[in-house]
Structure formats: C-alpha cells, structure tokens
C-alpha cells in the first residue's frame, strides 16, 4: 500500500468544508484483539463486585461511569488499543484524504490509539483534529464527539461529511446534522 496520500482525492469531497472519518475500519485495520479487551473489562468488573458476565464490551463500557470504573476500564481499553494501532494495516481508503479540505477523525477508540496509527501510517500531517472516545465526555453515536471534531476544523456540521464504516458510524452523523458516506 502507499504511505502518502493522492492529491487529487479533492474531488471526492468537494462542496464541504470538512471531512471527518472514522478511524479503525475506515482509515485502519486496528490489530486489536478484541475478545481479550472484553475479557479484561469483564474481570476488572468483577475485581470490583459488579457482575458483568456475558456483557459486551461496549455495554460494560455504557456501564463504567455507573459504576465508577470509568478511569480503570478506559486504562484497560488503552492497553490494547495502542499496541493495536501500532501494529494495524493502512486500508486502502486512507490513500485518499482531502488534501484542500480540512480533515478530522473522529474514532470510538481512545484518542492515543488515533494518534499512534496516524503517526505510523504518515497520515497525521493531513489530519488536524482527532476526538477519540476518550477526548470528550460521551462516544459516538452520541453526536458531541462529531460536533467537536468539527468545531476544531472551524465547520459547520451541515456543510461537513462524516466517513465511516458501521451504523455507529450513520447514527452519529444524523444525530450532528452531518452527511454520511459509507466505505
């Protein structure tokens, strides 16, 4: 795969003001194992004398702030993201960004995560606002991770597109007032 981005992917884009992404999925292929997060958070749960036997990792993580492990289950989270974004894949779609349109990502992994596979696949020069789940109070599809990617560019929601990979993804667009393009 590459490692820059093609100068003429303006036209993709054209007519926004902004462009944000998603990151895993859309821009990278995060090396994460997953089912060991969730193994992790479910321990740390019951370390803790909650019961969270058969949750879901993002259900435990609706749960953390109710039950006070924010802070500890975002640490959990950060121990496998990072060493999974230091070791992801570029995906094909992150050899177009817009070069003349401010770009953002706005990603439901932590902010370090972003930020390490930006770094490692040279896409950091061509990002300038990245909000990761833990960069604002709430996570997507809470609209406000999007609306502040956005307000870092200097957008107005409805002149931006948000690009992304899941119904998360379309859910948090809708919800800021924000275009959706699936890749």
Known sequence: MSDSVDPGADG?????????????????????????????????FEQHGHDAAGAGLWDLLE??????????????????EVPGA???ERLPHADHLPLAVPTGV????????????????????HVASVVGRDSVATYKPDPEPL????RDLGADPGAALFVGDSERDEVTADRAGVDFRWV
């Open 12 to 44: 993709d884009y054209a007519g926004y003001e902004a462009v944000v992404f998603d990151l895993d999925g859309t821009l990278v292929d995060l090396a994460v194992d997953w089912a060991a997060a969730a193994s992790d958070a479910v321990a740390l």
């Open 63 to 80: 749960r953390a702030d109710g039950a006070g492990l924010r802070p500890e289950l975002e640490a959990v989270l950060v121990d496998h």
């Open 86 to 88: 230091e070791a992801s």
């Open 106 to 125: 706005c990603s439901l992994n932590c902010e370090a995560a972003c930020r390490t596979a930006l770094d490692r696949h040279d896409l950091a020069p």
């Open 147 to 150: 609306v502040a990617t956005l």
